[in-house]
């Protein structure tokens, strides 16, 4: 069965400064992937997604993610974080039946 | 993409008693979902509800404590019956728009507290 870990619990990011929030699969043939954002007391809302292709993909709000298959990863990141990203970010992972898998979640926290 | 409203957004509840909550969506879908979210958790799926058939419930759920009806391609509710505290949760409503497999959209969620 397919599986997601996100090592990284919290993460805490000087306003300004690089981002990067890891994610690891587990699934055996080529999944499709997600990030989504959930601010606090709110929904989640997509970030980006990957299906095939271009190993690079764009989301919104200035965040990219690159699937690397053979590490089996899909590391979510952001070359200047503002303050309004502090929030939990989830990554999940599809495999083409209506069913997504998520993570455990990362909280990250934006210092001044 | 697609708009979701839920509600109640949030509600606090009385041990034994059961809330409706509604998911609306501004378009017709075929698949919409119900999960779970409890304090400081992941999201775990309670189960799949397409129009006209019966809901599917994971492993854990049964339809005597969550019953879901989808009476329309717009339009789902999930009951919480005879509330414990240990339903105190946020409850979201997704659905999948079809036009990129497994994309999923989110509605605000409902958070739940059961005294």
């Known amino acids: 069965a397919q599986s997601v870990t996100q090592p990284d619990i919290h993460i805490t990011v000087s306003e300004g400064a690089s981002l990067e929030l890891r994610c690891n699969y587990s699934?055996?043939?080529?999944?499709?992937l997600f990030w989504y954002v959930q601010s606090p007391g709110q929904g989640l809302q997509l970030l980006l997604k990957?299906?095939?292709?271009?190993?690079l993909v764009q989301g919104i709000k200035g965040f990219e993610a690159e699937f690397k298959r053979s590490q089996s990863s899909f590391n979510l990141r952001k070359p200047s974080v503002h303050w309004s990203d502090a929030a939990e970010y989830f990554c999940?992972?599809?495999?083409?039946?209506?069913?997504?898998?998520f993570g455990t979640g990362t909280r990250l926290l934006v210092s001044p | 993409s697609a708009v979701i409203s839920q509600k109640p957004s949030r509600d606090i509840c009385q041990r034994g008693t059961s809330l409706t909550i509604q998911c609306q969506v501004d378009s017709q879908v075929t698949m919409m979902f119900w999960y779970r979210q409890q304090p400081g958790q992941s999201l775990t799926l309670i189960a799949t509800a397409n129009q006209g058939s019966e809901a599917t419930y994971e492993s854990g759920f049964v339809i005597d404590k969550f019953p879901i009806s989808r009476p329309n391609l717009t339009f789902s509710t999930l009951t919480v019956s005879n509330m414990s505290p240990e339903d105190s949760s946020i409850y979201l409503c997704?659905?999948?728009?079809?036009?990129?497999?497994?994309?999923?959209?989110f509605g605000p969620g409902t958070r739940l507290t059961v005294l």
């Open positions: 997704s659905v999948d728009t079809s036009t990129h497999p497994d994309t999923q959209y």
């Open positions: 999940a992972v599809g495999t083409g039946f209506q069913k997504l898998v």
């Open positions: 990957y299906f095939s292709g271009d190993t």
């Open positions: 699934y055996g043939a080529t999944p499709y």
